[in-house]
Every structure is written in C-alpha cells, then in structure tokens.
C-alpha cells in the first residue's frame, strides 16, 4: 500500500471515529451529574470537623418534618456576620443576604417520581443520617452515597417486622 | 354497623349530611387546590375530559312553586368491593388492607382506563395530557401530592398525604392515631358540616358513633354490592336511596 493511501485511510478512519463514537462519549460526559454548588468554597467537611456542627444544626427538620430542610441564608449568617466575615466565600454569601435572594444550591438527592420520604419517622426509628447519606463529615463537595431507589428502600423495609405495611404501595407512592 | 377489626386495621370512612349541605362547591375547590387536581378548558370538558375529584350533583325536587335543589357530593367511595380493582392488569389500583382505601400507584398505571370503565360511579379521570398550571398556579401546587402526567389514571385518594401525614407525626410523637386527627382537603373546607371523616372500624370515633343505628345511612348504588365507605344521610324528603 502507498503512503498517500494509508494517510487517506487514517484520515477516513478518524472521521468515522468522531461522527459515530464521538456522541457516544460526549452522552455519557454529559450524563455524569454535577453537584457543583452555587458557592463552590462551601465544605461540609469543615463546617463538621473545624466547626464541629452536628447536622441538625442546619438540617433542622429531619427530626420533625417530612423533609430535612435547606438552611436559610439568614441561618448562615447567624453564624458568619461575625466568622470569617472578610473572606472572599462568605463576601459572596454577603451578596446573596444583602440582595435578599436565596441560595439555589444544587439538589444531591433526587427521588424518583411519585415518592414520598418522610425524615422524621426515619430519624425517629433510629436511623442515623450517614446510613443513608453516607459520612457526609469526610466530603468538601457532597456527592450521592446511593442513588435512592426503590431496590435501596426495600432493601430495609423487607426485614423489618411491619414489612408488610412498610412494603404497601400506598405507604410511600402517592 | 358496628364492626370490630382486632388487628389494628382502619376502615377510613366519610359521611356526607345531604340535610346540611347547600352545594357551595368548597369542597370541590379545596379537593383541586389540595390534590393538585388539573383544571380542564371548555373544549376538553366537552370532549368528556374534566377532572374533578369531588363532584356536587344538582337535582331538582318537587314541582313549582314548591321548587328544592338538592345537591349530592360525589366522590370515590372506596368501595370494600371495588369493581375498578379487579381489572387493573397490573396492579396500579388494588385495596389497601391497612385503611381500607381504594388505592391509586399513579406509577404503575399504564393507562387502559379499564378502572374508570368499570367505575359505577364516574369517579375516575384520565390525564390525556400533561397537566397544564399556568403561571401564578404553578406555585400553588402541594408538594405532598405529586403532579400526574399525560396517560395516568387518577381518583381522589381520601387525602392519603394528610392520612400519612398524621400517622407519622403520631409514630414520632410515640403515640396512637386521635379520633379527628386526619382531615381531608374537602372535609376541612365545608362551611357547613356537611362532610364527616374518621375511622369506623374504631367504635368509639364519631363516624361510628353517628352511623350506629342511623336510620338515614345511605350508600350510593348500595344494591350494586360495592360496599362503599361513604355514607350518605338523607334528609326527609330527599331522593337518594
């Protein structure tokens, strides 16, 4: 084979590669879900470990309410209209407080469709946040430690001694 | 009427005093606010397709001068022997042993509508399409009820979210279910007391206590053998039997 038909060939080649594997890898790029939050410097890590805050600081309503709840700007400020006050994160979390605007933070769990989870009840049967949160203390940037499916739900509910309640359609889809 | 269920179970039960109620229609909007109910346009109600999970059904009493209206709120019975169970072919609709309410997995639905062809009662809608709130109702819309889209089958659901909503809040505080604890949207919302909910498996709660010997108990199409949960008490002159 001469020169200039193999180059040809290596040319052909590579077109083919890009036109049909090239959206194929550009899918599952596109695909991989991004917990970038709003203020990217925001760490769990050091809010648990420096700080020593227990979850349900901020978390607050895991013990009481169907949902575990998103802490308020103004919560966030409690703390740091006087902690780290001049540092660049916390000038932006300023901005958000002095515009009156919520933080849109990046939701990590997301239930599937016609599901409903209760945090109190789960909490209150002894459950602790990690067992489905994962050791969210140890993370900067806070990703899935599961993805929360109906098989991970009935993985616990079969063994419990209400199951057949617990595993009743009605109980959770509504 | 008195029955006894030792194991625990509840019988959610409703009763509607066809003497007091004046067809306000409160009912039927706090049922659509509540449950996220899609309001259907005119050309989609002409077409048959309105969703309404509570109805209020107008009749005419009497010849003029002495002219009654009387009105009928309809809803899913919860029938004990619900004919739009059995021929679900997958299960999306089946009898809750725990409440004793018809029970609706909007996910398992798949749409052939055989339920609401079955339904004496007219009490099952089908979302032809997406559901529709336009801006400002987008932001009414309960989070304790998800949103049904385009081919599910829906029905009201006794209010199951305020239902669960009450059982958690008594697990958590480590007690038992208060008679009058659980209120549904429509229950909660009649101005005159027409609508009455609770547990008649429970003796001592005042649906039970109200149906005991109640010589004006009703239950629509009751020859049907349906045996439904709502319970109708007919006035004097009323038509319904």
């Known amino acids: 084979m001469s020169r200039p038909t193999r180059v040809w060939i290596t040319v052909i080649g590579l077109v083919v590669l890009l036109v049909f594997i090239g959206p194929f890898i550009f899918g599952v790029l596109a695909s991989v879900p991004n917990y970038e939050q709003p203020i990217v410097e925001f760490s769990h890590k050091r809010h648990v470990q420096n700080a020593g805050i227990d979850c349900l600081y901020c978390h607050s309503g895991a013990t009481r ?11 966030c400020m409690g703390c740091h209209e006087h902690v780290l006050s001049g540092e660049a994160p916390i000038v932006k979390l300023q901005e958000y407080w002095e515009n009156g605007e919520p933080i849109s933070w990046t939701r990590v769990y997301q239930l599937p469709r016609y599901v409903h989870y209760p945090h109190h009840v789960h909490v209150s049967a002894g459950l602790n946040c990690e067992t489905c949160h994962g050791n969210v203390g140890e993370m900067d940037i806070v990703t899935p430690a599961q993805i929360p499916n109906m098989g991970w739900c009935i993985r616990c509910h079969q063994g419990e001694e209400n199951a057949v309640e617990l595993m009743d359609c009605l109980n959770c889809h509504y | 009427m008195s029955e006894q269920d030792a194991s625990g179970k509840r019988r959610w039960t409703m009763i509607v005093d066809l003497d007091k109620c004046s067809g306000c229609g409160a009912c039927v909007v706090a049922c659509h606010a ?5 309001i259907a346009a005119e050309d989609q109600v002409v077409a048959d397709r ?23 709120p ?18 999306a609709t089946y009898h809750d042993e725990r409440g004793g309410l018809n029970a609706m997995i909007y996910a398992r639905c798949v749409g052939t509508r055989y339920c609401a062809n079955n339904c004496p009662y007219r009490v099952r809608f089908f979302n032809y399409f997406d559901p529709v709130f ?6 009414q819309l309960n989070p304790d009820v998800t949103v049904r889209s385009a081919g599910v089958m829906e029905k009201c659901t006794f209010c199951v979210q305020r239902i669960r909503r009450a059982e958690h809040t008594a697990k958590v505080e480590g007690r038992t279910l208060a008679d009058g604890e659980v ?3 429509c229950v909660q919302a009649c101005p005159t007391g027409a ?10 709660s005042a649906v039970a206590k109200l149906l005991e010997h109640n010589g004006r108990a009703v239950r629509l199409l009751e020859t049907l053998g349906t045996d439904p949960s709502i319970y109708y008490l007919k006035g004097g002159t009323s038509h319904v039997d």
């Open chain 2, 183 to 185: 209120l549904p949207a």
């Open chain 2, 34 to 38: 509540e449950n996220n109910v899609p």
């Open chain 2, 195 to 204: 609508l009455m909910f609770g547990d008649r498996y429970d003796a001592a």
């Open chain 2, 74 to 91: 309809v809803l899913c019975q919860h029938c004990g022997e619900a004919p739009c169970e059995p021929v679900c072919p997958v299960y």
């Open chain 2, 50 to 72: 309105s969703q309404h999970w509570m109805r209020i059904e107008r009749y005419w009493e009497g010849e003029y001068p002495d002219v009654k209206a009387r009105f009928v």
């Open chain 2, 134 to 139: 336009a801006e400002p109702l987008n932001n």
């Open chain 1, 65 to 75: 309410s169907p949902v575990s709840g998103i802490p308020s700007v103004e919560k």
